[in-house]
């Protein structure tokens, strides 16, 4: 369905009524069927959007880089203005935290951006201009890992094809302890396990390349100058555990990444490393790109097979687990874009090679995306055991204009924040796991001395409550109410009742939500009173915000 419905709004611009009533018709959908799918993605219009649609990144990385500012410029330039004319909003992270502030213009993503020139955009538009072309495409950047050095071998695939050894490649995995790098971490080689040993002869393989959490930039990275690792990885999934069918799910923002993992796979077909008959042999894997119609939730592995299903992108009941219901209710295997790719190295280097990347008693490499507020924002491949203060100080080049760490979130909004005096922690599962947080997708976003984190906190739940699909109640009126409380400590106000419903609202959250993203909701402010209490304090009692940032600026977000 959501090929037709993309293709009525790149004709109207928008989804008009007539329209979705034809489709109803020659579909023999019902209309209320069509509705419920076009209603509930930010990428469908069902009214004609404004002459100029502005959309302003208002998450972690950007909100550290001057998006309140950016927004709030905006306003004032074009107040007064119908908002059919200009319409200026929030949007959720873009993918381009490494480059921000990021803003979306008719649909157009521009990052590195300031007031100054986003201003001047949404003026030539409104005077019948056209955008500016977008940044030209890099040069391919190597990594250490590619066991290719750019170029896909697809030897591993070679190798099963010739040797058909499937206990051994899911007993390397195991071995290798290669975890889900999409944030759960579950043991790789065990998914894949399961999914072989399901019955049944129709078995899925899905990419999730939805990547979507604010901080999380990756799989990006990896997808365009990496596309053959991810790939093969897909594939050798599929051979081992006996699927015939891949699917890349990929949000519609990465524009770029698709067509380098579309010219990659064209290459795969015209080399037969993918079709019926895989290498020249009896063996079948075919592949396809999906285009995520949008919003975060669409990352959720059980939301995003409904998104390949058509149908809303409303988070499963689990159990069942995706290894024996998946897509169309068959085995399956999900994975994150990363994970294919270590795979894929484990499986060509070897174990050895692998563990050798570690350091300080870690296994492994990892890429890691580092943003918010460091000189050098960017995406790292790095050691296993490497220590945050490493990664933050000598990797990204450390706090600009001199000044200090006061914070850190190893993984973006879920993994909550840690203080500076913990940055010695190593890039490490179980070291992070026993601080309280998570190495997740390795999304690590920094604050600077002169930040508050009460108000980061705030940012962090108000993207949980703007991206929950509002299926289950907790999450839907629990992410709200959070946010107007945390929102009223900022501003110097709370009842005394405040910590006591906090508490058990965060309880009904992490217990009664259906996925993980109600369940995480409580995890930026449960940190903040834990490792920064006297933040609070300083709010609610002293009503000042030791950043500054609390009472002087009006935020403008809701
Ligand atoms: C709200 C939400 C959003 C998620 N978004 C992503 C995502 O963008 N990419 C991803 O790989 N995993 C995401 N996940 C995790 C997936 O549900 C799933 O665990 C993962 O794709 C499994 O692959 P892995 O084992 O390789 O990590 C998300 C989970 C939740 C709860
Ligand atoms: S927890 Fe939130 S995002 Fe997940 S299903 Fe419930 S309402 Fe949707
Ligand atoms: S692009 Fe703004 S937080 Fe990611």
Redesign the pocket.
């Known amino acids: 369905m959501f090929e037709e419905l993309r293709a009525i709004q790149r004709q109207f611009g928008y989804l008009p009524a007539e329209q979705l009533k034809a489709l109803s018709s020659s579909s023999k959908t019902p209309l209320s069927q069509i509705h419920a799918v076009a209603s509930f993605y930010p990428h469908f219009y069902l009214v004609p959007p404004p002459q100029v649609d502005v959309r302003v990144c208002a998450d972690m990385s950007c909100h550290l880089r001057g998006a309140d500012r950016l927004k709030l410029d905006l306003e004032a330039a074009f107040r007064g203005t119908d908002p059919q004319t200009v319409s200026i909003r929030e949007v959720s992270c873009l993918g381009r935290c490494d480059h921000a502030p990021a803003v979306m213009m008719n649909d157009e993503i521009f990052a590195d951006i300031d007031s100054r020139g986003t201003i001047a955009m949404a003026q030539t538009l409104l005077a019948g201009g056209s955008l500016p072309e977008p940044h030209a495409r890099p040069e391919r950047s190597p990594a250490a890992c590619d066991p290719y050095n750019g170029l896909g071998g697809y030897q591993v695939v070679r190798r099963f094809v010739e040797k058909r050894d499937w206990q051994e490649i899911i007993a390397t995995l195991k071995t290798s302890g290669l975890r889900g790098m999409g944030g759960a971490g579950f043991p790789t080689g065990m998914k894949w396990e399961i999914v072989r040993n399901a019955p049944g002869s129709t078995k899925y393989i899905v990419c999730n390349a939805d990547e979507s959490e604010p901080g999380t930039i990756k799989d990006r990275h990896i997808m365009e100058n990496l596309p053959h690792l991810v790939l093969e990885g897909m594939i050798v999934a599929g051979l081992v555990t006996g699927s015939h069918k891949g699917i890349l799910y990929i949000r519609h923002e990465y524009e770029t990444s698709k067509d380098i993992l579309q010219a990659e796979l064209d290459r795969c077909y015209r080399n037969g490393v993918l079709g019926s008959h895989v290498m020249d042999s009896d063996l079948t894997f075919d592949l396809e790109i999906f285009v995520s119609p949008g919003g975060y939730?669409c990352g959720?592995e059980s939301a995003l097979l409904e998104a390949i299903e058509g149908k809303r992108a409303?988070?499963r009941n689990k159990p069942p687990f995706p290894g024996t219901n998946g897509l169309w209710d068959q085995p399956t295997v999900i994975n994150n874009v990363e994970t294919f790719s270590l795979a894929t190295v484990i499986l060509a280097r070897g174990l050895n090679w692998y563990k050798g990347q570690g350091k300080n008693g870690s296994t492994g490499m990892k890429f890691v995306g580092i943003s918010g507020d460091v000189v050098r924002p960017g995406i790292f491949e790095v050691p296993m055991g490497t220590t945050y203060s490493e990664l933050i100080l000598e990797y990204a080049g450390g706090i600009p204009d001199g000044k200090q760490m006061l914070a850190y979130a190893p993984s973006g909004p879920s993994s909550g924040y840690l203080p500076a005096s913990m940055a010695n922690l190593p890039l490490d599962w179980n070291a992070v796991a026993a601080a309280g947080s998570m190495v997740g997708s390795g999304a690590i976003v920094v604050c600077g001395e002169d930040r508050c984190m009460l108000d980061m906190a705030l940012n962090a739940t108000r993207f949980y409550r703007n991206e929950?699909?509002?299926?289950?109640v907790p999450?839907?009126i629990g992410s709200q109410k959070m946010v107007e409380m945390l929102k009223g400590w900022t501003e110097g106000r709370s009842s005394k009742d405040d910590l006591q419903t906090l508490d058990e609202l965060s309880i009904a959250m992490r217990m009664a939500?259906?996925?993980g993203?109600?369940?995480v909701v409580p995890v930026p402010i449960a940190s903040i009173l834990k490792h920064f209490p006297e933040v609070v304090d300083d709010h609610l009692v002293r009503h000042s915000c030791p950043g500054g940032v609390c009472f002087s600026q009006p935020s403008g977000a809701q």
């Open positions: 939730i959720e409303e988070p929950s699909c509002g299926k289950c999450c839907r939500s259906i996925c993203l109600g369940q």
